[in-house]
């Protein structure tokens, strides 16, 4: 019985020896297929998207943004300070960043040239016309994106005036609710579209990443260039430090923007005859006395011919 007893036990030990041999072999074959397959996997999905990625996003696109950055480390603090300040005055057209602007100026700069060159030996102008030309061509090349940026700082600042008291009423409404500043302040975000809207938008968003609402609203005086908006918010700082009640400098800076708004108006008006007194001159006056005198002259004249 003893003998039976460890055979038994001896063939049992060597049975369990085998099967955790085996059942490791199972489990390393398994974590082995799925790591085979989950490399498969991977490098369809890298190849499908190579695939479906073009060219550009995989060759230029990297070039040129390591070109970008070699550009900015070479681009002086100052001039990117001016011209990130000019940008924020036009409200960042197509999101360009100084770097870009400074890459699209000089791309116009060796564009225009060769562009009004070719069209000057296409007109044949000679030698001297040709010069002209490419000098005009850098010349355009120097001042359109800066002419553009005027000419959106200029639409911006319009655009903010023309909404500055309809928010006003709305912020002033909005206090006199019982809501505090900032919560006025996100109703209006959320009612209105335009400028003004948009920079108390990027107020509070500075304000929740950390910065006090003093800074946050100076930096709305710095990006909109308007003199109404200037002394609106600072206003808004003077009545926050003094401890002077919002509504009623609202509601003050309220009716100082229509009074303006109402002496705007009737200064174009006075503008109006004088501005009219061009085209008569040029175009309507002559057409008239042509059509009043023309047949008195040609009668005039065939009379003395007689």
Known sequence: MIFLSFFITITLLIYELFVIRSEKKERVQKRLAAFVTAEKDSVTEL????????????????????FKRSFKKRMPGEK?????????L????????????????????????FLFGG?????????????IFIMIGILMGLT?????????TKARNHKALRELPDVLDLLTVSLEAGLGFDSAVSRVVSKKEGVISNE???C?????????????LAGIRERVDVDEVKAFISSILQAEKLGIGMVQVLRVQSNEVRDRRKQRAEEEAMKAPIKMLFPLVLFIFPSLFIVLLGPAIIQFVQTFQK
């Open 200 to 202: 108390f938008h990027r």
């Open 80 to 88: 990117e300070a001016r011209i990130e300040k000019k940008l924020q």
């Open 47 to 66: 190849i499908a998207k190579n695939q479906t990625t073009t060219i550009f996003e995989r060759f230029i696109k990297p070039l040129f943004e390591d």
């Open 90 to 113: 036009a409200g960042n057209p197509f999101g360009m960043n100084p770097v870009d602007f400074r890459l699209l100026q000089a791309a116009l700069f060796f564009t225009f040239p």
């Open 144 to 152: 359109i994106p800066h002419l553009y940026l005027r000419q959106k």
């Open 119 to 131: 069209y000057a030996s296409l007109l044949r102008a000679g030698t001297g016309g040709i010069i």
């Open 204 to 216: 509070l968003e500075e304000i929740r990443l950390g910065k006090t609402r003093r800074e946050a």
